[in-house]
Structure formats: structure tokens, C-alpha cells
């Protein structure tokens, strides 16, 4: 399928690594990634914190980008970040006529707009993170049906990101959608086992790192805490500012809560990736601060499992 | 209202019980009661402790959503059982056996109650909850524009039951954050036009290390809410006012995060992250990292970025010079921000007061308890003065 495909700044900044696998995976998926190299940052919430309108504004020039790739079948994202901010200036465009033709009219210098229901024919514009298009679009099953390489033995955490999880009724988590299981499903199809622990759908702090650093890093150190608690091998996340506070940051968050974690965090394309029989180092699994390989056993339970 | 003819079912309710002047530890009592699916999980609770075991302790009174008396933790998550179905709750119950425990964050004194006074309404005392009225008082009533009370009724519609401190995500690391009732309070306040001390509210709560810059953003208190208040949203709200408008600076980095962010994306169309840090602490430009709180900051973040860089994790030429869009769609992204950094006043949708037009689902500014905004999203928005 092709998708028009947003990779957000951080995977091209901080977790270049995620773009990178994102890459990688696409083909052996046969996604086709139209990437929107024009469109600008989402904002992070923190825009819409400062003005509501220019956060919405600034996203409905990326969705009408989107829009525009031809044949393009929605658009994806690889940040829960950019899922959930993105949404939310979506969940105000949607809701008003009015609204949306204001904030069209900012656009229309460039000669964009954004429609809510592109081809007239009630449906909605969509953008869906990996993590949602890989269960509804691509399919448990067939995902299964690719693995090559199933995760035997690997005790994966999901960690999933707030944005992604919450609030629910925007997100449209429900009974049909329970997108907040969908990490646990994906890691059962590529053959792992999942743990649960108390922090998989809590706050890893990065929004306050700068504010309170100390309570950030006491958030991320204590989820991964619970994560070696309940005996995970790593953590698999779709969003990488999480990113950076559980792995980046992961060190200081070790000297915040006065413990070792070593606990390797890997990008959900990453995590796909190793089992679709692509190569740690191939998915840039050497790039992260806390090293894979250091707590996983390769040749036992990953790359030894090779079909 | 078929449901309402549905024959008895039986649930089995897990509840937590604790007593903390017992000296023993806390434990799980399992009761199966027999209620109409439709009936609420408070109902389940008293019928259990009206059945098999007196000694269950839960706080109720109103049992229809309003008291804010019994908010307790349903298959994990926050709520009041006055409010949540037993059907609905068995749905989202593992194993179909309904878990109540009491609400987190705050200290049980038994079973299902906690103390409310030692966190809750220490911290709404925290924010002055009460109108600091404008001087003179006028002979008769104070003449306010309609919109701006309508703006506030959605913090008016707090019920004070805790269900959002019991889940705060800032609050579980640092129990001394206001948190988002509090919080949600004193915008009540801070939207208010009668009220004399808006900008002392906001120097006040900015300035307070564990204030609006606090909020970790994690919109745990937006679902756990059970009257649509969106405490996080008011947080937000606070910390635009607080920032744009009474152009506050405070020491916690707060208004210069967010500053740096929106200053990068208009100059880099996205997020310079190497820049962040810097002009977080030391100010928003490119000589913000020469400060002295940067140049702390920084230094303390060169391990990680040596073992970032490397790892080839985090490029040089990236750091010194980031990321940037093509030229003409940064030309377009600036334009953006000149239009709507421009308005005389900022425009500022607000669902739960304009509701949702042509769709199908209900709009949610009918529960708003001000008679809704109309179906002017332009006058239903809030259009605060920037």
C-alpha cells in the first residue's frame, strides 16, 4: 500500500535510527512511503499551548500535503507524538466548517486545503500511526505470515507513549479498536512474549525535562525499573521522544532512582525489523546509548532463531 | 429502554480492603451479587455490604453523579461507581471479575475511602478558590461579556471527586505538584473577569516549581474525568495566559520551552532538537547556551551526547546546524505564523462549549451547562485578548 508518510523531527534529529529501520521495514511490508519532505513540525502539543490556531494551522498544511500525494491511501506516522498531536488539531478541524474554511484561507496563499472528506464520499481523512496500520491495515496475520525470524524466548515491555493512548475517545480506542493492546499483539504475531508492567502506558516525563528534571527522570527511571522488575529483555516503543527519555536519558534516570537499569528501548520498526530477518545493525540497534546486546542473547533468541 | 427490563445477571466484585489501624496488611474480598446489568457498580458495593460483609467501606451519597462522594479505582482506572454500569465495567474486567480499589495518589483510611483532606483540599486551598472581586464593588450586579463566562463553565463543572488526582502522572513522582483539579480551579478564576488578581494568580502559579510548568501532559485526568472538565486543557490554558499574554517568565524554564519550540519550528519549520536545552534554560536565541543555567544544563548532558555522537547516533553537523525544510515551504510556514501571530485576538475553539456541527454524534456543548455557544464556532470559541 502507499502511504503518504510523515516521519516527524525527532526520527530524522535525535533517533535517526527509527527513520532509518522505518526504511528498511516499508519494503518487506510493501509499504510504499511517499515521504512528505515539505511539511513542517506538529508541534508537539506545545505549539497548540502557545496558540491553538497556529498548531492547527501549521497541521492542516501537513494534512493537505498529504492530500495531495496521488494514490496515496492515508498518511503514517512513527511518532505517537505526532499520532496524538496531531489528532487533536484534527479533532478541531473536523468538528467545524467554519472553522476549517478559516483556517484554509491561512493556507491558501500556497495553494493548499485541507478537506475533511477528500473524496465526497463520507469518509474521513485519515493518518495513522505504524503501530495502527500495521494491526488494521497490514493484519495480525499477515504480519505473522512475514516473520522470518520469529522473537522466541524475548521478553519485550510495551511502552507505549501517552499520546497514543489517550485521551481515548479522540485516539478511537474502543471494544473494535483496542489500539491500546495493539503493541502487545504485534509482539505476540512476531513470535515474543510480552510483559506487563505498571508503567507500559504511563508518562516517560520527556514533556517536563526541561521544567522538572528530576520528576522526568524519577518517571522514566521508575517505569524501566519495572520493566527489569518484571523481567523484560527490552521495551518496545512507537514514539521516540519516550525514546529519549528511556534510553537517551537513561543513565541520569539510573542516577535519579538509584539503580541499574540497563534496559535496551527498541523502536517499534526496529522490533518488526529484527523479526522480518533484517539485521540489528541494519535497523542502527548499534546507535542507541543503552546497547541492545548487551542484555539480549542474539544467537539464542533472536538472530539464532534465523528461518 | 428495553435495557431497563433486563432480568438480573449475576457480578463478582473484587474489592481491596485495607485497614491501615488494623496493623495488617491489605487483601482482596471476592462478592457475587445479583443486580440488573444496567445498574451501577456503587449499587454492586452496597448490595455486598448490605449481604455478606457490613464492615466494606465506601463514601456515597447522591448515587447519581454529582455528590462526587465515591470515586474509586474500577479495573484500574478512575472513576465513580455511581457513574459506571455493571455490565459496562464487567466488559473491561479480566477474567469478566469487576476490580474496585481505592483511588491512588492519596493515603486510604479504609477500604474504598481515602483522605481527601490531606491531598485534595489541601491543594484547591492551594490556588485561593474564591473570586478576589474587582474594587469598587458596583451598586448592582458586576456587567461581564456572556462568552467569557461561558468560557469558565467547563472548570464550574468539577464535582471535587478526585478521580483525576488519583491517577495524576506527575503527581505519583512529585506528590507536591497542585495537580489538575487544583489547577482546573484556579483557571476558573484566572477566566474569570470579575476576579482583580489574574496576573498575581499567574505569577503565582508559574513561579511555583510545582505549578502549571509541572504538568507532564500525559491526559490521564482528561479520561479519568467523569464530567468532560479536561483539567489538562486548563493547565494549558493557564500556562498560554500566563505566557502570551502576561508575558511571564518564570524560573522553572516553563515560558522559555515553550518560546524556544515555537521559535524553532517558525525558523527551522522543525524541531531543532540540539537547540532545545539551551534556549530552555538560558533564553530563546542562539546565545541562550552562553548563559550560565545553559551552560550548567549542558554540561551535565555531555556524557549523553558524547556516547550519542559516538554511537552515530546524533550527528555533529545535525547538532550545530539541525534540521531544516525546503526554503519556499519555510517561506510558507513563516507566513503561517505572521497571519496568525498578527490577530488583534488570539481565536481559540473550544469543543465542549461549540459542540461538533454537521456530524452525527451529540454535541457536547449541550451538556455544558451555560446554554451552549450557538453554532458561531467564531463566538462559541474563546477569543481571549492577546
Known amino acids: ?307 | 429502554m428495553a435495557e431497563t427490563h433486563r432480568p438480573p445477571e449475576q457480578f463478582t466484585l473484587r474489592v481491596r480492603r485495607y485497614d491501615p489501624e488494623s496493623g495488617e496488611a491489605p487483601y482482596w474480598d471476592e462478592h457475587t451479587v445479583e443486580l440488573e446489568p444496567h445498574r451501577s457498580v456503587l449499587e454492586g458495593i452496597l448490595q455486598a455490604k448490605a449481604r455478606f460483609d457490613g464492615s466494606i467501606g465506601i463514601r456515597c451519597s447522591c448515587r447519581a453523579a454529582i455528590c462526587g462522594s465515591c470515586g474509586v479505582r474500577i479495573n484500574g482506572e478512575p472513576g465513580l461507581a455511581c457513574h459506571t454500569h455493571l455490565d459496562h465495567a464487567r466488559d473491561g474486567a479480566q477474567g469478566g471479575v469487576i476490580e474496585i480499589e481505592p483511588m491512588g495518589n492519596m493515603p486510604v483510611i479504609k477500604d474504598l475511602i481515602v483522605d481527601m483532606d490531606a491531598v485534595h483540599w489541601k491543594k484547591i486551598q492551594r490556588v485561593t478558590p474564591w473570586l478576589l472581586a474587582k474594587q469598587p464593588t458596583p451598586e448592582r450586579e458586576y456587567v461581564v461579556p456572556r462568552e467569557s463566562m461561558v468560557d469558565i463553565t467547563q472548570s464550574m463543572a468539577c464535582i471535587q471527586c478526585g478521580a483525576c488526582v488519583s491517577d495524576c502522572l506527575a503527581m505519583e513522582v512529585d506528590p507536591g505538584f497542585i495537580g489538575p483539579a487544583a489547577l482546573a480551579k484556579a483557571y476558573r478564576f484566572v477566566g474569570d473577569p470579575r476576579d482583580d488578581r489574574r496576573y498575581e494568580r499567574l505569577l503565582d502559579l508559574s513561579h511555583d516549581p510545582q505549578g502549571i510548568y509541572d504538568c507532564t501532559h500525559c491526559f490521564k485526568c482528561v479520561d479519568a474525568c467523569p464530567k468532560d472538565v479536561n483539567p489538562m486543557g486548563q493547565i494549558m490554558r493557564l500556562r498560554r495566559i500566563a505566557g502570551s499574554d502576561e508575558h511571564i517568565v518564570d524560573p522553572n524554564n516553563g515560558e522559555r520551552h515553550e518560546q524556544a519550540i515555537t521559535t524553532l519550528v517558525r525558523d527551522y519549520g522543525l524541531l531543532h532538537e540540539a537547540e532545545l536545552v539551551p534556549r530552555s534554560y538560558g533564553g530563546n536565541s542562539w546565545f541562550g547556551k552562553l548563559h550560565p543555567a545553559a551552560g550548567k544544563e549542558l554540561l551535565s548532558l555531555l556524557p549523553s551526547a558524547i556516547k550519542a555522537i559516538t554511537r552515530g547516533k546524533i550527528g555533529v553537523k545535525l547538532a550545530l546546524l539541525g534540521h531544516k525544510i525546503p526554503d519556499s515551504d519555510l517561506k510558507a510556514v513563516k507566513r503561517i505564523y505572521q497571519t496568525v501571530e498578527s490577530r488583534p485576538e488570539r481565536y481559540e475553539l473550544n469543543l465542549y462549549i461549540s459542540g461538533e456541527d454537521e456530524d452525527e454524534r451529540t454535541p457536547v456543548g449541550a451538556t455544558a451547562g451555560g446554554g451552549g455557544g450557538g453554532d458561531d464556532p467564531a463566538t462559541a470559541g474563546d477569543r481571549s485578548a492577546s
Not at chain 1, 175 to 181: G, S
Not at chain 1, 285 to 307: E, F, K, L, Q
Open chain 1, 1 to 307: 500500500m502507499k502511504v503518504a508518510y510523515w516521519p516527524g523531527c525527532v526520527s530524522r534529529g535525535f533517533t535517526p535510527e527509527l527513520h532509518g529501520s522505518m526504511a528498511r521495514v516499508a519494503p518487506l511490508l510493501d509499504i510504499e512511503l511517499v515521504e512528505l519532505d515539505r511539511a513542517n513540525c506538529c508541534g508537539c502539543g506545545v505549539i497548540a499551548e502557545h496558540n491553538q490556531e497556529l498548531a492547527d494551522t501549521l497541521n492542516a498544511r501537513t494534512f493537505a500535503l498529504a492530500q495531495q500525494v496521488p494514490g496515496a491511501e492515508l498518511m503514517m506516522n512513527i511518532c505517537s507524538t505526532c499520532q496524538g498531536a496531531q489528532g487533536e488539531c484534527q479533532e478541531r478541524l473536523d468538528a467545524s466548517a467554519e472553522y476549517r474554511a478559516h483556517v484554509n484561507q491561512t493556507l491558501a496563499p500556497e495553494g493548499l486545503a485541507y478537506e475533511k472528506d477528500p473524496g465526497g464520499a463520507g469518509g474521513h481523512f485519515t493518518n495513522k500511526n505504524f503501530l495502527w496500520l500495521l494491526v488494521e491495515e497490514i493484519g495480525l496475520e499477515e504480519l505473522r505470515s512475514r516473520v522470518k525470524r520469529p522473537l522466541t524466548k524475548l521478553k519485550v515491555g510495551p511502552f507505549y507513549g501517552c499520546y497514543i493512548v489517550r485521551p481515548r475517545k479522540r485516539l478511537g480506542i474502543d471494544a473494535e479498536h483496542p489500539r491500546d493492546h495493539y503493541l502487545e499483539q504485534v509482539i505476540e504475531a512476531l513470535g515474543g512474549s510480552v510483559i506487563e508492567y505498571a508503567g507500559m502506558r504511563k508518562c516517560c516525563g520527556f514533556p517536563i525535562v526541561t521544567m522538572n528534571k528530576e520528576a522526568s527522570l524519577k518517571q522514566a527511571g521508575r517505569h524501566l525499573g519495572d520493566a527489569v522488575d518484571a523481567d523484560a529483555d527490552c521495551l518496545v516503543t512507537p514514539c521516540p521522544l519516550c525514546h529519549l527519555n528511556l534510553d537517551l536519558q537513561q543513565p541520569a534516570a539510573e542516577g535519579v532512582v538509584g539503580r541499574d537499569l540497563k534496559m535496551p528501548v527498541l523502536h517499534l520498526p526496529q522490533l518488526v525489523g529484527l523479526a522480518l530477518g533484517l539485521e540489528p545493525k541494519e535497523l542502527g540497534m548499534n546507535r542507541h546509548v543503552v546497547r541492545p546486546s548487551a542484555v539480549i542473547d542474539w544467537s539464542t533468541s533472536v538472530v539464532g532463531a534465523a528461518a
